[in-house]
């Protein structure tokens, strides 16, 4: 369901742009979701760095809601590569839940992850009540990871400077520097 709920919003995604206000996404229950990258975030995320988005969840209603879970969701949208991503991978928290969330209350949650792979993304964070009578989900947030590069000099010298001497060592007449028997 999560999935559907994602193809349809990525339908719909604009272009990245500067992180927006804290302002909740239109709500048709008492739950309302607003999501902003956390303060001190890096503005351009590279392979290896830590991100983290920050969640605002409202209860705009009249009656408290109860078992409220709410949970992040990670999809690529590279052309091609469109999928969800397994948060698993990226170090991510998933989910958190509270016992009730009473009329005019909110619940602040921090969503950090480590970037493992470039492309780019859109996150979403969704609340629900455990009798299904609330759900709620923020925009879709876009961010571009970009690569970084894997070539360390302290991996590369050893190689470099290795390889030349087992290459010329390979072609030594070894024949001839075996001791003769008499």
Not at 37 to 42: E, Y
Not at 81 to 88: G, I, K, M
């Amino acid at each position: 369901m999560v999935h559907l709920f994602l193809a349809a919003c990525l339908a719909f995604a604009a272009p990245p742009t500067a992180a927006a206000p804290l302002a909740p996404a239109p709500a048709a229950g008492p739950l309302s979701v607003a999501l902003v990258p956390a303060p001190g975030a890096p503005v351009r995320p590279r392979m290896g760095d830590r991100l983290s988005f920050h969640s605002v969840i409202r209860n705009g209603g009249e009656a408290p809601v109860e078992g409220l879970v709410a949970w992040v969701s990670l999809v690529r949208v590279d052309r091609g590569q469109e999928a969800p991503v397994d948060l698993e991978d990226w170090s991510a928290q998933k989910a958190v839940t509270l016992p009730s969330l009473g009329p005019g209350q909110s619940l602040e949650a921090d969503w950090p992850m480590r970037l493992i792979q470039a492309g780019d993304y859109r996150v979403v964070v969704s609340a629900a009540s455990r009798d299904g009578s609330a759900l709620a989900a923020s925009p879709l947030r876009p961010f571009t990871v970009a690569r970084r590069p894997v070539v360390e000099s302290r991996r590369v010298v050893p190689v470099a400077l290795g390889l030349p001497g087992l290459l010329a060592a390979s072609f030594l007449p070894w024949r001839r520097l075996r001791r003769r028997r008499p």
